[in-house]
């Protein structure tokens, strides 16, 4: 069964960095995966985040129209924003993460995700309801085991 998956924005960044082909390469799939199981979920926060980078930091950069159509694709995973902060003071209290990295998760448990892709937590750590999967070690037919 292919369950609810929540994506960093290292992930939509990898996809569109042509200097990491490998990474690329891998984060394409769990992309393409998801959206044709139409199991992704993310953040105002990760579409910012993914924005800023892909057109300022990211050489070469994407052009300001193609980063902005990408991120208007990506709100059909209906981003959260509200609940999440209260939980992820919780979160921040109970494992002592980043304020970001505290967002992140709480934003995967309120969508009801079982899986957390990121490559900025440890593989495999349980978080509550959340899985940390790292999308570069791991396929999305190693996960959800189907081919």
């Known amino acids: 069964m292919i369950e609810a998956s929540f994506v960093d924005a290292n992930v939509l ?6 200097s990491e082909p490998v990474k690329q390469q891998k984060a394409t799939a769990w992309i393409d ?3 044709q199981s139409k199991q992704g979920h993310l953040s105002v926060q990760v579409l910012n985040e993914f924005y800023v980078i892909v057109t ?9 129209e ?8 990506l709100m059909m995973w209906q981003p959260i924003d509200t609940v999440v902060v ?10 002592l993460f980043s304020w970001w ?5 709480a ?7 079982r899986y957390l892709l990121t490559e900025d937590l440890q593989d495999g750590q349980e978080l509550d309801s959340v899985i940390v999967v790292n999308p ?11 081919f």
């Open 13 to 18: 960044i990898y996809r569109r960095d042509s």
């Open 33 to 35: 995966f998801l959206w």
């Open 56 to 64: 300022r930091k990211l050489k070469p950069g994407m052009d300001i």
């Open 66 to 73: 193609a980063a902005r159509a990408d991120v208007r694709a």
């Open 86 to 95: 209260e939980k992820a003071w919780i979160i921040q209290d109970r494992f």
């Open 101 to 105: 990295d505290s967002l992140i998760v």
């Open 107 to 113: 934003a995967a448990q309120v969508a009801q995700c």
């Open 136 to 146: 570069f070690i791991h396929t999305p037919q190693e996960i959800f085991q189907v």
